[in-house]
C-alpha cells in the first residue's frame, strides 16, 4: 500500500530557532500533500495544501512566514516552522493521496515538536 | 463537505464485534464515505472508503443506509491494539491537484476495546 514517511518523529528545539520537517510519499508520487496539526487531545486541523511546483495555500489563520512549506519535487515536502515558540509545540502530520479521484489520503506518522 | 455526528466514546469487549455509527443527513449525492482511525501518538490510518454500496477489506465492514444519511463500520473482532479514535468523513473525489483533497477531521469516536 501507498506509503508516507516523516522524519523527524519527534524533535526538541529552543525558542527562536527553526526546525524542518520532511515529508515523502515511498512508492507514489504526490503533487499535493497536506500539512495538519494536533494538539493534545484535539483533532486535526489542516494548516496547509503543498502544491508541487508551486506556493502552497494555507488555512485561515496560518501565518505563511512562520511555516515555510517547500514542495520541490513530487515525492517530498517541508515544512520549516522559524523562530520556534512554545506555543508552536505539537504534533504535526503530513498526507498525500495517490492517483484516482476517490482515493484515500494517506498520513506520515507524525512530528512530534517541543521548544523549550 | 458534509458534516458527521459520531458518539464521542464508546466501549466494546475484545473478541466481540465493534459497531461504529455516523450519521451524515447532508451527504450530497456524488460523496464518498471514508473512515480512519488514530491510535496514540501515530498518524490517522485509513480503513475503507465508500459510495453506496456496503464494502469490505481485510480490516473492517463499512455498511451505508440505502439513503446514505448514515454509515456503519463494523470492526469483526476488536483486539486491544484495535483501541483508537475513529473518523468519519465524506468528501467528494476530486483531481489529484484539487483543494478538495483535504480532510476535515470532526471530534471522532474514541473506542476504547476492554479485555
Known amino acids: 500500500g501507498a506509503v508516507v514517511s516523516q522524519h523527524p518523529s519527534w524533535v526538541i528545539c529552543k525558542s527562536g530557532t527553526s526546525v524542518k520537517i520532511e515529508c515523502r510519499s515511498l512508492d507514489f508520487q504526490a503533487t499535493t500533500m497536506f500539512w495538519y496539526r494536533q494538539f493534545p487531545k484535539q483533532s486535526l486541523m489542516l494548516m496547509a495544501t503543498s502544491n508541487e511546483g508551486s506556493k502552497a495555500t494555507y488555512e485561515q489563520g496560518v501565518e505563511k512566514d512562520k511555516f515555510l512549506i517547500n514542495h520541490a519535487s513530487l515525492t517530498l515536502s517541508t515544512l520549516t516552522v522559524t523562530s520556534a515558540h512554545p506555543e508552536d509545540s505539537s504534533f504535526y502530520i503530513c498526507?498525500?493521496?495517490?492517483?484516482?479521484?476517490?482515493?484515500?489520503?494517506?498520513f506520515g506518522n507524525g512530528t512530534r515538536l517541543t521548544v523549550t | 463537505d458534509a458534516k458527521t455526528t459520531q458518539p464521542p466514546s464508546m466501549d466494546c469487549a475484545e473478541g466481540r464485534a465493534a459497531n461504529l455509527p455516523c450519521n451524515h443527513s447532508?451527504?450530497?449525492?456524488?460523496?464518498?464515505v471514508y473512515w480512519y482511525r488514530q491510535i496514540h501518538s501515530q498518524g490517522p490510518q485509513y480503513i475503507i472508503h465508500?459510495?453506496?454500496n456496503n464494502e469490505t477489506n481485510e480490516m473492517a465492514s463499512l455498511i451505508i443506509t440505502e439513503d446514505r444519511k448514515s454509515s456503519t463500520l463494523i470492526l469483526p473482532h476488536a483486539t486491544l491494539r484495535d483501541t483508537a479514535v475513529y473518523y468519519c468523513?465524506?468528501?467528494?473525489?476530486?483531481?489529484?491537484?484539487?483543494?478538495?483533497?483535504?480532510?476535515?477531521f470532526g471530534g471522532g469516536t474514541r473506542v476504547l476495546v476492554k479485555p
Open positions: 468523513i465524506v468528501r467528494v473525489p476530486s483531481g489529484i491537484k484539487a483543494a478538495g483533497n483535504k480532510l476535515t
Open positions: 447532508t451527504i450530497s449525492g456524488n460523496e464518498y
Open positions: 465508500g459510495l453506496k
Open positions: 498526507s498525500a493521496r495517490t492517483q484516482g479521484a476517490s482515493r484515500p489520503l494517506h
